[in-house]
């Protein structure tokens, strides 16, 4: 049999999940401190703000994409600017206060200054009444209206009487903001890591993704990577759009991604295939999370969710999927008040992450190895690899890892094939082909199917 021998310079690396620093969680956890209290919207101060305390994490570049750009369907709306917003009683007390939370007023509203009876009133404020004492999220981008939202409980509460009503926006021309940052590796292809900064003050759906994908690109900076790796903040559905409409030449150079969020409570961890449903992210992350843990759950892709539709629509189709820790829509703090800081916990934060470096692990590593012992299997203890009865004998672990690694290294099955076959962790399988390689048992064969630059996009 001919084959090529290469050398992949990534896999010759230390591993991202052995390299994942022991306070990854707290460094993590801080910058959604950071990111918390900001006012975000679908384009406006607030996402430039919070793109700025990014920056203050990796070398990001900022993009303005200007109110009324054409893009595919879609048209950039004018920014939204909130300064104040309240809703004061008879006696001068603010009963709903932005400056208290700023969930309390419907994102994106209308400028109101009006005097009115509560009966009027409740027309425009939104509660969760099988959740009395958390405020809703609400967002109203694109319909012209204006709202609050308060706790159920306290709109109870409210006596009937006259209110004063103060919203003190503005919808301005201007643009619409993304962050961009790209990590050079080896190949010019790419991974795409995406996630969403637009909502307002909630720490596990707006602000757990932005931050981990920024300390994620800070860690890659200062390592040599087999990929090219491309991280995005932008607003979500929209900034997305943007994003592809001005990159359309270029998304072919996308191999694999992931969108991030949600990664900061104890649930999950899920994962939501890509659109082809059968892509090496795909195999990869359903790899990690069922070794990761028993609670794991990987589900089909649809065409509802977070920027994994847009990355995954008809005329892209790439190869991204979305990671996340509960799924969006099914945790009950889920766009509301209670998805706060006490909500997002470091622990939850760090294991998201070793699990994304896992998912990056085997699209850096997989590879197709072949065995340099052709014929019967090797003599491992002659080779210093044998792992002797005291340690558990033939069938200790480590002597299977390399007994499946060098049978299954034809130069036919990669690393992850292997894994799957043998029911091994890719980490195990990875680590056992870099120890046969240092002991000349085996080689990395060079294949179309191994070098990405090589790899086709299909549509």
Known sequence: MDTVVASFGSTESTALVEAVPAAIGDDIHALVRDL??????????????????????????????????????????????????????AAGERVVDFRVNNLHVMNYSVPVRANMDLAALRGHIFTLPDQPDVIPYRKSYFEEGW????????????????YDVVIDSSHDDGSLSYGEYLHRGDSESEVLLSSHI???????????????????????????TRYSYRFLWAPGTLGAIAWLARNQARVDRIRHGLVVACVGDGGGPTYKRSRRGDALVDRAAAHVLRHAAATSSVLPFSPVGYDER??????????????????FGTFPEYHTSADDLDFVRPEHLASSYRMICGILDVLEQDHRPVSLVRHGEPMLSRHGLFA??????????????????????????????????????????ASAARSLRDHGLLAPVATERDLPDAEASRS
């Open 36 to 89: 918390f209290p900001i006012c975000r919207s679908l384009a406006g101060d607030g996402l430039r703000e919070s793109l700025q305390v990014l920056r203050r994490r990796i070398d990001l570049t900022v993009h303005e994409v200007p109110t009324g750009t054409q893009v595919f369907d879609w048209v950039i709306p004018k920014e939204w600017k909130i300064r104040d917003a309240y809703i004061r009683n």
């Open 388 to 429: 002797r009865a005291t340690q558990g004998g033939a069938g200790a672990p480590s002597n299977l890892t390399l007994l499946w690694t060098l049978n299954l290294a034809d130069g036919t099955h990669s690393l992850l094939d292997i894994a799957e076959r043998a029911d091994l962790s890719f980490a195990a399988i």
């Open 198 to 224: 637009c909502h307002p003050s909630l720490a596990n759906d707006n602000c757990s993704g932005p931050a981990l994908l920024a300390i994620l690109a800070a860690q890659l900076a200062q390592r040599r």
């Open 310 to 327: 847009q990355y995954g629509s008809p005329g892209f189709n790439l190869p991204v999927g979305l990671f996340q820790r509960s799924l």
């Open 147 to 162: 709202g609050f939202c308060m706790a159920h409980r306290a709109l109870m509460a409210l006596p009937d009487g006259r």
